[in-house]
Each structure stands twice: as structure tokens, then as C-alpha cells.
């Protein structure tokens, strides 16, 4: 059994904003030649280029940046295309992942990774997916909520009208659903003087919301599945919070449920926790187990799992993009911090 050392942190839709890794892109030739290698295959399916769309302008707050981030068609492939990018980019440093935590659209990032099947077919899978639900699905979207999950379980105002997308931690929760759906939910939250947050996303995952898109994106997953060879055993270990589990050989069904099923941030948490309690060894206060490294825009996870206290002392977080334009720096001090096999 590999101890961890390094765990990569990989995450989904809403965590994108405008010249996301722009830093990167212009100064780091490994990063770049990931990001215009992935471009390919957007610009062959949909003759539109991802990385003109984060990068072309120059300005990162431009109104049309802002308004192509929010289309999926968009957002899809840069959410994979960076952060795959950058893992990538961490790995030719030496920094190499012993385990990949993924949550939502993040999972599809980790699979590629591990080898489960190649960059490039999962990528052309995701872009195949945004088409279909602009295509099949109406209108939806999701928003985080600041409370306790019991809010959605008491309260028709907001479990007749949403789905619960994904428990984050003890006072965080995602609502999910059509887009009048959760304008309701939204009216009850104002009523009620509840802080939430509007995700920039145009459907509804992890719903009943997307359910029109389920055949359609299953049967084209198989072909893609087929042109690659088939679906391989992960090379890498990969926490899912689809399953909040490990996992083992994932099938076309998987792929789906990964943006379908609700997000058990919380629960994939405790599985992380439960393997490095099994690799732990006797340590002081002062010499963590494994460094959590978050590659996701925004770094929202950091934040997240920092506020769920499941992993304590067992882990140094580490964040590299963030909205502070500090993400050059940020690579510096990880390379300094973290310890290369």
C-alpha cells in the first residue's frame, strides 16, 4: 500500500471565473502546451477554442469572458482543461499525485488522470455532454446555501421545488434544479435572511433537471468508450463523491451518475480520513500525513474541508489558483513545501 504524500483535490461546475490560470498559461510552457494540446478537441467538435475564450481578450473581467464562462459548452471543457493542465504541470515538477479526490465535474478530471481512459476521450465526452444538455434539458441552476441540511429536509419552500444536490459540510448544502424551481427556493432563502450563492451555471446537475440528456450522452459515452478500447482500472487511487468510495473499475452508468447523483463531499471526506488512519504512523503535532494540494479554480475545496474538521492535523493544505492573482507564487511555495518521492 503507497502512504499518501500527495493528495490532488479536483472540483466541478461553479468554481470557474473569468481568466481562471491566465498566469500559467502566459508563463509556464508545460501548463500552456497541455491547455492548447486539449484545445483540439473542442475546436474540432464545436469550432470553438476554449483557451481564446479564458485568454484571447486580455482583459479577465471582460463582459464576453464573463458571458462564455457561463455557458456550458464553455465552461465544460476549461473546468477540465485547466485543472488537468495543471496537474500535469505539478507532475513534470516531481509533485506526483498518490491519490485524487474528486467532486462533480472534477471526477471526470481525476479518471483522466489514472489512466481509467484517455485525456482527450474524456475530454471529447464532456463536449459531447454540454451539447446534449443544451440541446435536450431546460433551463436550470444550482446555488450553495449557508446552514444546516435540516433547512431542506423541514422546509417544503425548498425540498418541493429543488433537489439536494450535494452536502458539503455540517452548514453547507447545494440546491439544484429548474431554473423556476430554484428561483422559488431563491425568494424563500431572501425571505428568510439565509446567506446563499447563486452558481454561474445554466442546468441544474445533479437533478431531475438534466434527466432528458441521460440517453442520448449514455449512448455516445459507449462509442467513445469503444474508440478508446474500453474503461481501465485506475492506476491511481481515486476517491469519488459520487460514491463517496474508492473507485475500483467504473462503468458508462458511473459517468453519468457523476453529474446526476448528489455530491457526498462530506461522507468522501470520511473515506479519505478512514485510509490515511490506516497509513498513519506515530507523528508529532508539526508533521502532517499528506499534503492536500487543491487544483480546482477559486480553491473552494481548501475552504470547505476546513470547514468540515474531518481530517485535522493529517493533512497541510494547499492552494494555487485563487482570485487573487497570486497563483505563480502559490506554485513557488508548494514546490518549497512539499517533499518530492
Not at 475564450?53 to 476549461?78: F, K, V, W
Not at 462509442?223 to 485506475?234: D, F, H, S, Y
Not at 468540515?308 to 518549497?336: P, W
Amino acid at each position: 500500500m503507497t502512504r499518501y504524500r500527495n493528495i490532488f483535490i479536483l472540483t466541478g461546475q461553479g468554481t470557474q471565473y473569468p481568466g481562471m490560470a491566465q498566469a500559467f498559461y502566459e508563463n509556464n510552457p508545460v501548463f500552456r502546451q497541455w491547455m492548447d494540446d486539449l484545445d483540439q478537441v473542442p475546436r474540432r467538435k464545436l469550432s470553438i477554442s476554449v483557451v481564446d475564450a479564458l485568454y484571447e481578450s486580455g482583459q479577465p473581467e471582460s463582459i464576453e469572458m464573463i458571458n462564455s464562462l457561463d455557458r456550458t459548452a464553455i465552461s465544460h471543457p476549461a473546468l477540465f482543461m485547466v485543472q488537468y493542465a495543471l496537474a500535469r504541470t505539478l507532475m513534470d515538477d516531481g509533485i506526483l499525485p498518490d491519490c485524487l479526490f474528486g467532486a462533480s465535474l472534477g471526477e471526470y478530471v481525476a479518471l483522466a488522470l489514472a489512466e481509467v481512459m484517455p485525456p482527450h476521450e474524456i475530454l471529447s465526452a464532456l463536449v459531447d455532454n454540454a451539447h446534449i444538455l443544451e440541446t435536450c434539458c431546460r433551463p436550470g441552476t444550482m446555488i450553495g446555501v449557508s446552514d444546516a441540511v435540516w433547512r431542506f429536509e423541514n422546509e417544503p419552500e425548498l425540498n418541493e421545488y429543488t433537489s439536494l444536490a450535494g452536502i458539503i459540510s455540517p452548514k453547507q448544502f447545494v440546491l439544484s434544479g429548474s431554473l423556476p424551481g430554484v428561483m422559488r427556493a431563491i425568494r424563500h432563502l431572501e425571505d428568510t435572511g439565509t446567506t446563499f450563492q447563486r452558481l454561474p451555471i445554466r442546468f441544474g446537475f445533479h437533478s431531475p433537471n438534466i434527466d432528458p440528456a441521460a440517453g442520448v450522452w449514455k449512448k455516445r459515452l459507449a462509442a467513445i468508450t469503444a474508440r478508446a478500447g474500453g474503461l481501465n482500472r485506475p492506476s491511481i487511487d481515486v476517491i469519488s463523491c459520487c460514491t463517496a468510495s474508492f473507485v475500483v473499475r467504473p462503468e458508462i452508468d458511473f459517468f453519468w451518475e457523476i453529474g446526476r447523483g448528489p455530491i457526498l463531499f462530506r461522507r468522501a471526506l470520511r473515506t479519505l480520513k478512514e485510509e490515511l488512519d490506516r497509513q498513519a504512523e506515530p507523528l508529532s503535532s508539526h508533521s502532517p500525513v499528506a499534503n492536500l494540494i487543491d487544483l480546482g479554480p477559486g480553491s473552494h475545496s481548501s475552504g470547505f474541508i476546513r470547514q468540515n474538521a474531518v481530517l485535522g492535523k493529517q493533512v497541510r493544505i494547499h492552494r494555487i489558483m485563487t482570485l487573487f492573482n497570486h497563483d505563480m507564487k502559490n506554485l513557488s511555495k508548494l514546490k518549497e513545501k512539499v517533499i518530492l518521492p
